[in-house]
């Protein structure tokens, strides 16, 4: 019976990503999902050090270069920088669009190196099996370039096939889940167009276009038929800004069809059995559920493991 080990926000600690390969090799899982939330700081954990949100905070921070520039230039208020004559004024504003630039490429270059630690333990996990993932809140769409050689995206792909197992994904969140530091005007100029959120949706759309996106969805998710796993970041029951996610409804519907559901986001972890028969499972980032199929591809059972 084919085995697969599902894990899910962890939040650039890469020792879990090892920890799952190891209980991959021990179970003889041959899938991994990871349900998103693969960068950034991990809410609550107050433990975790040099994520990428305190790494961003530090070069916002880092305004030495900015201070010397302006007492090179005798400015201290905006009355002094209006008092410059034109060239000189010119001559500042470009070298604090330089020194802005060089921060804005900092963020970039931070944001890559937080999946690429991510990767060498990524490697070791695709040793034991076919990882297939989602993007969660948290992320940005430079992991895509970055993981594409170990992870498939299923939300990227109209199905993935494996060990007999159809698997689909949808994102499920908008921007009305960015954390904090992306909120930062700055981050915002230089990551927004990266942010997950933003690709999937965003608050601001109207009731008509967040029914069209979701029934978009729907139609996507239902061309092939219903799948055996189906993976999400946000469970489909969470609603966002009074039901705005331009995949809630979707997934929600979806959810109902397939033979489970596995998500994240919640870090308290839960298994849930439907009314219905519906399964939704979300491992937490401390845990990591080892799911075994039948011959229908139906989970027969699920076995617990730590990731701490």
Known sequence: MVKAIHITDVHENAQKIELAA?????????ISYITGDFIGKEHGNSNQQNSLDDRLEAILRDNEKAIKLQERYGIQTQEDLD?????????????????????????????????ESLKPSLEKLAKQTKVVGVMGNHDLQIGYKVLEDVVTFAEREKEVKVEGLTIKGAINTNDDEIPGIYGNELVQQVLGRYFVNYAEGSSDMSNEAVAKANKDTYE?????????????????EVKFGGNKSPHGQATADYSKIVGGTYSGHKHGGEIILGVDGELH?????NHAFVVEYDNNNKPKAIEIYKLN
């Open 281 to 285: 499972l979300n491992p937490g980032p």
């Open 220 to 236: 996507k998710l239902t061309k092939t038929g219903p799948a055996d796993v189906f993976l999400t970041h946000v469970q489909p």
């Open 83 to 115: 008092n410059l004559d034109e060239s000189t004024q010119n001559e500042f504003n470009q070298k604090s669009q330089e020194l802005l630039q060089g921060k804005a490429q900092s963020i970039i270059q931070e944001t890559a190196k937080s999946y």
């Open 22 to 30: 190891a209980i991959a090799q021990k179970t003889g899982a041959k």
